[in-house]
């Protein structure tokens, strides 16, 4: 069974402050997409990682893709209060029919 | 808007009744998938389309649960019987066939409370 843990679960910092949440599998993925759901709302999908190291930057967050394709990360540089939400790392399963969701980490940035 | 819309937004019932969801992807997505979110989760998957093709099912799909897309255009889903273990946000997603990628784009949900 592909899982996806992610961590940490829930992340409350001051607006300014950097951090970094991540998304590891024990399972191989062809790619890895990360959203972002604020309440109430569906998920917006956010960045797709596709090839084992590959960064890629979207204005203050950079998103890594491990090497082994097997985990991924979301560093969010001088984060602000329109930051808060629930970020979200998936997969596709293996026969490519669906996405597999980790649970999540719920940011709160506070001014 | 050219998005992913779903219908009602909100939707409360008594226990026992029966709901049904619309969702109407976008145009030009083939696929077309049904998730269940409850509070502090990920989305849960629940079914596949490819076109009117019902491909994939998930175990949390009971036997209640029915999803419908005809002609392969706009998605039905129905929960009969409803329990309040049913209470969750119904999610709607669609995606391209490109490259056999899966990028899916949600809808808004619904969110159901079964009283």
């Known amino acids: 069974t592909q899982l996806l843990e992610q961590s940490p679960q829930f992340l409350s910092i001051q607006e300014g402050e950097n951090l970094t949440v991540y998304c590891n599998s024990s399972?191989?993925?062809?790619?890895l997409q990360w959203y972002r759901q604020e309440p109430g709302e569906g998920p917006v999908l956010l960045v797709t990682?596709?090839?084992?190291?590959e960064v890629k930057k979207l204005k203050r967050l950079t998103f890594q893709f491990g090497d082994a394709r097997k985990d991924s990360s979301l560093h969010i540089t001088a984060a602000q209060p329109g930051d808060t939400g629930l970020y979200l790392c998936a997969g596709a399963n293996q026969a490519g029919t669906a996405l597999i969701f980790g649970k999540g980490t719920t940011l709160s940035v506070s001014s | 808007d050219t998005g992913v819309s779903q219908d009602p937004r909100h939707k409360i019932t008594k226990r026992g009744q029966n709901v049904t969801f619309r969702c109407d992807p976008i145009s030009e997505h083939n696929r077309l998938y049904w998730y269940r979110q409850t509070l502090g989760q990920g989305p849960e998957f629940l079914t596949y389309f490819q076109n009117e093709a019902q491909l994939e099912k998930s175990r949390l799909l009971s036997d209640r649960f029915s999803a419908e897309r005809p002609k392969g255009s706009f998605s039905t889903l129905e929960i009969q019987r409803t329990e309040q273990g049913d209470s969750a946000m119904y999610l709607c997603?669609?995606?391209?066939?490109?490259?056999?990628?899966?990028?899916?784009?949600f809808g808004q949900g619904t969110r159901l409370t079964v009283v």
């Open positions: 990682v596709v090839t084992g190291g």
């Open positions: 997603a669609s995606s391209p066939v490109v490259g056999g990628g899966t990028e899916a784009f």
């Open positions: 399972s191989v993925f062809s790619s």
